[in-house]
Structure formats: structure tokens, C-alpha cells
């Protein structure tokens, strides 16, 4: 027995360090981790992990102080040796108890951590594409102000009767038209809406809600950016009108005109806004908005998009897009319409009554430190084997204590 329980001691103590090599090798990628927790430490107080292993400690020591010396009065014949067992089945219970409450109390706090880093980085993202929106929306402004700084050097209250005049100011529109491939078209329009001169081509089903948004603008007198419409510059795009109202001197008075650029943002805004920043698996960007009672997706998800605004979902399912529909900033680990759990983060643009989704899959955000925290389980799992390995040893030492006490008593 005392070759056996020599046997186990040395199993045992060559397992530890094995389990503390392989902790070494294992967590070598948390180290700044464990740093910033060290330091979280000594500056905030106890962590959630702190108390049980201190308890650990402190009922391993106890454990060793008694068992020392129940041994020496076992050998001394001033105590039961059947109590032996009770006291490493207690011990090796309180520990393996303490040993799991400690690793789950750490691993829910380093998850929790993570997470909240996660939250950021996807909120960091959202704000990012909201800013890009509202730097295109702001320079295709500052595009059709200068159009119209160049109209008004034009005497345009002779438009309607000097057909040079408006040949002038066709001129002008062509060529501002011809400046970038995303520009469909561009008018100068009274403030009723009747268009004076166009170039480009506005479809059928767009000249209602222009001439709508023409008039808007005409009576707020001030700039304007119309609602995003199916038809762009190509059959697959869309049209966002630009609105800029201002006025020309004329006999007697002065005239209301409006100049209303077109412009196509999927042929260059919408390719950059869905490119991830980073290579992920599962991270998606979504621009959405509300209509009605649904929510209309610009940029739909998945790898390979459908055509813009043919996406809808109902508002009564996606929480995480409605929670953006009440706060312009919001990161949150939810559903989303799909059914899958994502690490996400919603925006408003300033620039329009859109919404910035930026979203990955809970799996793949969390994945690196659910393997750390897998390290943490596969090390606390060593350790209790091999505590028991101990625990063995000291019984087949007690057993031996026992058979000598008895040899003596013959």
C-alpha cells in the first residue's frame, strides 16, 4: 500500500505540472487579458472568481492541517481510522465545488467582457457606414448647390421666352450630368413642380413623387433629399433626389425655381457601405428604413443580395431594428430576422430616415474566447483529477497507518 500510495503522489504532482505547462501553453493568447484582469484587481478590489479561490485555499490548508493531525493520533492509537474516509470524501467534494464555482464565476465574467468589447466594435462599425451616408449625402448637396450658383449667372426669367437661354442652361445641366456615372438626372423646375428644363431620363413612375418633392421644397425653402425610389441609372438601382430651391431677381419681382439632381447610390455608396471592414464569415451590413407597417431593406443581407427594396420584413418581427426606430444608437446581443443570435449594432443616418444595421453571428463573435474559456474548464477538469489522485493517496496512506496500528495491537 505505501508503494501504491507513493505511486499515486508522484502521478499526481508530475500531472500538475503538466496541467501548469499546459495552462501556459494554452492561455499564452489571454495574457494581456489576464494582465488588464490583474490590474482590474488591484485597482476595483475582489473579482467574481477571487472569493471561491480563496475559499479553495483556505479548506485546502484546513484539510492539511487536520489530516496531519488525525494522522499523527491514528498513529499515536488516539483516533478511529473509519473516520478517515468522511473527512477526504468532504474535503475532495468542497474542493471539486469550489474548483467548478470558481472557473464559472471567471468564465462568465471574461465572457461578459468580451461581449461588451464585441458590442463595441460592432457599434464602432455602425457609426462608421452612418458616417459614410451622411459624408455622400453632404457632398451630393454641395454638388447641386454649386449647379445652382452656376444657373444663377444665367438671366433664367428669360427661360421661357429666349429659347438661347434655355439652351444655356441645358448646356449646364448636361454637363453636370455627365460629371459622375451616378447622376440619372437633373432638372430646373418652378415651384409648382413643372419642370423647365431636364436632362437625363426620369421614368414614369418617378415623376409623381417629384414633382412632389419639388413643391416641398419650394414651400420650406430650404434644401431637400427626396425618398429613395426603385430605377436608377441602371435597371437594378435606385434614385435619391436632391433638392436645392432658390430664387432669381425678375421685373417686378423675383422667381421661384428649384434645381433636383437624381443620383443612383447603389452605383457607388452601396458597394463600398456592404463591404465588412474586416475579413468574418457571417458579418453583414443592412441600410434599412420603415414604410408603414414594414421594414424595407436598401441593402438586403446575405452574400449574394436580392435586388434593392425587394426585401421586407414585417415591423412586428425584427426587435433589434425597431430598438433602432426608438434610440439612434443601440448594441445589443438579440434575434434578428432571420431567427439567428448576433452580436449587433444599430445607427441612424443623419442625412435620411435610414438605419444602420451592422450584425455577426453570436458563434463567430464569440468564438475566440469561448475556446479561452473551454481552456479555462480543460484546466480546471486536470485539476480535480488529479486532486482526487491525491485524495487516493492519502487514503491508501490512512489504510496503511490503519493495518500498522493493527500489527502493533497483536
Known sequence: MARIARRLIVAAAAGLITMAVLGIVLTHDAWPLLQKALLALVDGGLSLGTLPVIAIVAALVLFATLFVARTRRAAEDSAHASLAPAWLAVAFALFCGLMFTASWLQAQSVRGEFLAERKEQQAAIARLKAQQ???????????????????????LDEIERQPEIRQLAELVLAQFLSGHAERISVTLARADGQPLVTAGTIAAAQKPALGREIRDAARLRRDL???????????????VTFLVPFTVPARGGAIELVAAAMIDPTIGLLRSFASWPMPSRS?????????????????????????????????????????????????????????????????????????????TDYAEAMGPIERQIANIWLMTGGLV??????????????????ALRAARRL
Open 133 to 155: 451616408v451622411d459624408d455622400w449625402a453632404y457632398e451630393r448637396g454641395i454638388d447641386v448647390r454649386f449647379l445652382v450658383d452656376t444657373l444663377k449667372t444665367l438671366p
Open 225 to 239: 433629399r427626396g425618398e429613395i425610389l426603385p430605377g436608377g441609372a441602371r435597371p437594378e438601382g435606385l434614385a
Open 283 to 359: 458579418s453583414e451590413l443592412e441600410l434599412v428604413f420603415r414604410d408603414g407597417a414594414d421594414i424595407v431593406h436598401i441593402v438586403p443581407p446575405g452574400p449574394t443580395p436580392s435586388v434593392p427594396l425587394s426585401f421586407r420584413t414585417p415591423m412586428a418581427t425584427p426587435g433589434l431594428i425597431v430598438n433602432g426606430l426608438q434610440q439612434s444608437s443601440v448594441e445589443t446581443d438579440a434575434t434578428d430576422h432571420h431567427g439567428h443570435r448576433v452580436v449587433a449594432a444599430v445607427q441612424t443616418v443623419s442625412a435620411f430616415p435610414w438605419i444602420v444595421i451592422a450584425k
Open 385 to 402: 483529477v488529479f486532486a482526487g489522485l491525491f485524495m487516493l493517496a492519502l487514503w491508501f496512506q490512512l489504510r496503511l497507518t490503519a
